[in-house]
């Protein structure tokens, strides 16, 4: 079983609507979360950290889950440029596992 | 804002070859990884370094090996490439030794080995 699971999708949205998705983990001794964004032959960057509580950052929410060991990130008004892979990340301790990402292509 | 270069965009070798992936940081980082970047399979970690002269192996750290001679830099090596470590590789560095919070990502290599 994979650490850190992922739906690949594409989830082709238009703009102005709302997306989510999820991401699973395994190990219940994880002890952080991300989301990164990669766009399109680049590199990937931080997008967001995920807190126990719930955390909003403008359009993006992100949400953690221990009891179900998923975490899941929505976008609100979708635009054209949040079109990426966004990659989920799980810490324990020193490492770091990445999902294999979920394409977001939102169109006009 | 952190600056993590990778020697080269692409790259093509041989099979048998001997390869040398250059990383160099400027924010004076301690930790720095590589990273290999695979379609449905996400970023595997392969080595990685939280201090000078120190490494530690990743998840698939065969058929390679690293150097971390100055802080700043962390030399990926391909003792011998096969054709399946035909990837793209990913360098990065972070400030925080424990919880590795925000990784900055080399733009990457894309090696292709025949």
């Known amino acids: 079983r994979k650490e850190v699971e992922q739906d690949p999708g594409p989830f082709n949205v238009p703009e102005g609507a709302t997306v989510a998705f999820n991401c699973t983990y395994s190990n219940s001794a994880s002890q952080s979360f991300f989301w990164y964004r990669q766009d399109c032959r680049k590199e990937p960057k931080l997008l967001m950290s995920?807190?126990?509580s719930g955390n909003e950052d403008g359009r993006f929410t992100a949400q953690l889950n221990r009891a179900s060991q998923y975490i899941s990130l929505l976008i609100r008004d979708s635009k054209l440029s949040d079109s990426a892979t966004y990659l989920c990340?799980?810490?324990?301790?020193?490492?770091?596992?990445f999902g294999a990402g979920t394409t977001v292509t939102v169109r006009a | 804002d952190v600056k993590v270069t990778q020697s080269s965009r692409y790259l093509v070798k041989r099979t048998g070859e001997k390869v040398f992936l250059e990383c160099v940081q400027d924010?004076?980082?301690?930790?720095m990884f590589w990273y290999r970047q695979d379609p449905g399979l996400g970023l595997r970690l392969i080595y990685f370094?939280?201090?000078?002269?120190?490494?530690e192996k990743g998840d698939i750290p065969e058929g390679y090996s690293v150097s971390r001679e100055k802080k700043e830099r962390f030399s990926l090596i391909l003792e011998s490439a096969s054709t399946n470590q035909t990837s793209m590789y990913l360098c990065?560095?972070?400030?925080?030794?424990?919880?590795?919070?925000?990784?900055?990502f080399g733009s990457g290599t894309q090696l292709s080995v025949l």
């Open positions: 995920v807190y126990s």
């Open positions: 990065a560095s972070s400030l925080y030794r424990v919880s590795n919070e925000k990784l900055f």
């Open positions: 370094s939280y201090d000078v002269k120190m490494k």
């Open positions: 990340v799980v810490n324990w301790g020193y490492k770091l596992s």
């Open positions: 924010m004076d980082h301690e930790n």
